[in-house]
């Protein structure tokens, strides 16, 4: 049963940007909601945009008797947000799986004031080579929480869209794969698993976000993948 809706994840958005948490005004996304962790099952963290927002209570649903998925109580943004609010979105308890994904606000553009622009008049919120040393960066951090860390790749960027540029997707999903490669990091594809579906799936045209189906679909994808990977931790 699908728990967030679309009219919710329209929220998430008006709610979260690049530079400020969660307005506190607004009423609470379900997602954001911290859970108590049921004792005895694998503590999972999942660390990423609103894409990850969109699927988070389908993981939580999936996996339920399974693990305890957690998630920050905010959009984590571009990986300049990863790097200033990491550790407090890890805390002090340990765990088991932390799936990750850093991308979409990355190479979203920006104008001079940080405010969304187009690929015309602004420039990447994160250049390319940025992007990189902040993954590697962050990639280190959570490797020394001995959790199994995934990274999960950027969903496509559709034509239309205002604020990116097609092909952006793949040139920093290419970077983060060889950055979690030097790592010894998995990667789950969740670009090459939604890309031949995301027309019949994508929120409206040039949106790069996803109907309650599409958000469905990649939650159980990453519930999947997560759950092979408490196994192999057994």
């Known amino acids: ?26 009423p609470q996304n379900p997602a954001y909601v911290q859970i108590e962790d049921e004792p005895g099952l694998p503590r999972v963290l999942l660390l990423g945009d609103s894409i990850s927002i969109g699927y988070t209570l389908d993981v939580r649903e999936a996996l339920d008797g399974v693990a305890n998925v957690h ?64 993954l590697d960066t962050i990639f280190s951090r959570l490797k020394e929480t001995g ?29 983060a794969r060889e950055v979690a490669e030097q790592h010894g990091i998995a990667v789950n594809d969740l670009h090459a698993f939604i890309a031949p579906k995301f027309e019949s799936v994508a929120i409206r045209p040039g949106n790069v976000h996803f109907t309650d189906e599409g958000s469905d679909l990649l939650g159980n994808r990453v519930a999947d993948v997560i759950e092979e990977a408490l196994k192999a931790r057994r």
């Open 1 to 26: 049963m699908r728990l967030l809706s679309a009219a919710a994840l329209l929220l998430v958005l008006l709610a979260s940007s690049p530079f400020v948490g969660v307005a506190q005004s607004q």
């Open 71 to 134: 998630r920050p109580g905010e959009n984590c943004g571009p990986t300049i947000r990863g790097l200033e609010r990491l550790d407090a979105w890890l805390g002090e308890k340990p765990w088991d799986v932390i799936h990750v994904n850093f991308g979409l606000h990355d190479l979203k553009f920006i104008d001079d004031d940080g405010k969304n622009s187009t690929p015309d008049r602004g420039h990447h919120q994160v250049a390319i080579d940025d992007y990189r040393k902040n």
């Open 147 to 175: 959790a199994t860390v995934i990274f999960a790749t950027t969903t496509p960027v559709p034509p239309g869209e205002p604020m990116r540029r097609v092909g952006d997707d793949q040139t920093y999903n290419a970077v």
